[in-house]
């Protein structure tokens, strides 16, 4: 199954909002509403931060927000912190017969 | 308080077969929606799915990697364990375990991840 389509970097500024993409297969991403979205610090396992396109688990900051268009979702930091970056993974579950696809991933510079 | 952790060796020759294990606690694989997966991921490179156990025996399997492939859980002993044959250097990685959440939908817990490096 191929990947999903992410930005290899994005930067900002603290304080500033930044978007990551996601872009799929109308199968994949389009008609299922099960994106969720990974923070991956270095050397570190990945963490859940956005689960069925917007919906953020308890303890995730709400600077962080998701939401989707067509066939790409999208992963919106507010207010960028020091302690956003990381690499950025997004998934989507597209049924048992295709599973689970991850994104290439993205890479988030605070400058 | 739910968590994984996976063992096994750190270093395989190419043709051999990996064996991973995956202890975890916190919850049952017997509980109904219960699920487990297994992720890889190699140096520098994005995550990739390779199969998932549910409570009631049910097994997916990546379809690119589906015949190299087997999960297998041990209720018992709080473990699920994957086999990959015919190893090859393309698959150093390291290796996560994780729940998957009830709906089957994301991934909730990861473990701390395993490095397995295949040499030829």
């Known amino acids: 199954q191929s990947a999903l389509t992410q930005p290899a970097s994005v930067s900002g500024s603290p304080g500033q909002s930044i978007t990551i993409s996601c872009t799929g297969t109308?199968?994949?991403?389009?008609?299922?509403?099960?994106v969720s979205w990974y923070q991956q610090h270095p050397g570190k396992a990945p963490k859940l931060m956005i689960y069925?396109?917007?919906k953020r688990p308890s303890g995730v900051s709400n600077r962080f927000s998701g939401s989707k268009s067509g066939n790409t979702a999208s992963l919106t930091i507010s207010g960028l912190q020091a302690e956003d970056e990381a690499d950025y993974y997004c998934?989507?579950?597209?049924?048992?017969?295709?599973?689970?696809?991850f994104g290439t991933g993205t890479k988030v510079t605070v400058l | 308080q739910v968590t994984l952790k996976e063992s096994g060796p750190a270093l395989v020759k190419s043709t051999q077969t990996l064996t991973l294990t995956c202890t975890f606690s916190?919850?049952?694989?017997?509980?109904?929606?219960?699920?487990v997966s297994w992720i890889r991921q190699p140096p520098g490179q994005a995550l990739e799915w390779l199969a998932r156990i549910d409570w009631d025996d049910d097994k997916f399997y990546s379809t690119s990697l589906k015949t190299r492939l087997t999960i297998s859980k041990d209720t018992s002993k709080n473990q699920v364990v994957l086999t990959m044959t015919n190893m090859d250097p393309v698959d150093t990685a390291t290796y996560y375990c994780a729940r998957i959440d009830g709906s089957g939908t994301h991934i909730e817990y990861w473990g701390q991840g395993t490095l397995v490096t295949v040499s030829s």
């Open positions: 069925e396109v917007s």
């Open positions: 109308s199968n994949i991403v389009g008609s299922y509403k099960f």
């Open positions: 998934c989507s579950y597209a049924g048992s017969s295709i599973s689970y696809v």
């Open positions: 916190g919850f049952s694989l017997s509980t109904s929606a219960m699920r």
